[in-house]
């Protein structure tokens, strides 16, 4: 009886496993719901504007964001009473500037993960960005059915991704962040996906962590627009850092 009963589970625990699709497979679908490879592949630059919002603060503020392939980008937040926030890289450095902490030029681990973290059109480049990716089981996001991925990159912790089983949207997101603090585990809900010019992607991300809730919502993109030439070089601040202090003669 005991053996006919443990055979019984293994067996429904072998099919439920079998029946999950693959990570590959979700992962191209994505692409492929949210506006297709040759669509990705026109975009070579973008320029986005939205709002900011920290409600536990009573915070709020605007940003504005560039991208260029391969993965250049800077993104600008002005925060209401704080000041500014400005974060980029030119593909080859990352920085990060602000009025609380100053400047600051990123290296070692920190250096990679934004220079990762900034790949222009990364949904269609997820096989360079991940050595591993695996579908481990099924799980509610906000009462919505979804798969559940371990994604593990080349560099780095792995990331847990929540996939709508029937839109195939990415619903929410589990990974570490590398800061100038250091490292922040947080939680990433994907909302209100809209077609923009395009390419369909979330409007509303909210970001969870165990120090604050931050409320990201989009309002414009403009793809393949012409960029400041010099909208990628550092500020002078870091620019500033980058070069060797001349040693007293």
């Known amino acids: 009886m005991k053996r006919a009963l443990l055979l019984a589970i293994v067996g429904t ?4 496993a079998a029946e999950l699709p693959k990570a590959e497979t979700l992962l191209d679908k994505y692409v492929e719901v949210t506006g297709g490879r040759q ?9 986005m504007t939205g709002t900011v919002e920290i409600p536990a603060a009573g915070v709020k503020g605007r940003v504005e964001m560039w991208g260029q392939a391969p993965n250049s980008r800077v993104e600008v937040l002005d925060i209401e009473g704080v000041g500014r926030l400005e974060t980029g890289t030119d593909g080859t450095i990352a920085w990060e500037n602000s009025a609380v902490m100053g400047p600051h030029l990123r290296s070692g681990a920190e250096l990679r993960y934004h220079l990762r973290d900034a790949i222009f059109n990364a949904p269609i480049h997820w096989r360079d960005i991940f050595k591993k990716v695996e579908t ?12 559940r991925l371990l994604l593990t990159p080349v560099e780095g912790k792995p990331e847990t991704w929540f996939i709508d089983q029937k839109t195939n949207y990415v619903l929410k997101m589990v990974r570490t962040s590398i800061t100038t603090l250091g490292e922040v585990n947080g939680e990433y809900l994907m909302k209100d996906y809209k077609d923009m010019d395009g390419i369909i992607m979330p409007t ?10 931050i409320r990201l919502k989009l309002e414009t993109i403009i793809p393949n627009g012409k ?3 010099d909208r990628f070089i550092p500020p002078a601040e870091i620019r500033q850092l980058m070069t060797p202090t001349k040693k007293a003669a």
């Not at 669509?39 to 320029?47: A, D, I, P, Q, V």
């Not at 509303?204 to 809730?213: D, F, G, M, R, V």
């Open 13 to 16: 625990a072998g099919l439920m």
């Open 204 to 213: 509303l991300l909210i970001q969870k962590s165990s120090s604050a809730e």
């Open 136 to 147: 481990t089981g099924v799980e509610k996001v906000e009462g919505v059915d979804c798969y």
């Open 227 to 229: 960029l400041p030439k």
């Open 39 to 47: 669509n990705y592949e026109k975009r070579t630059t973008e320029y």
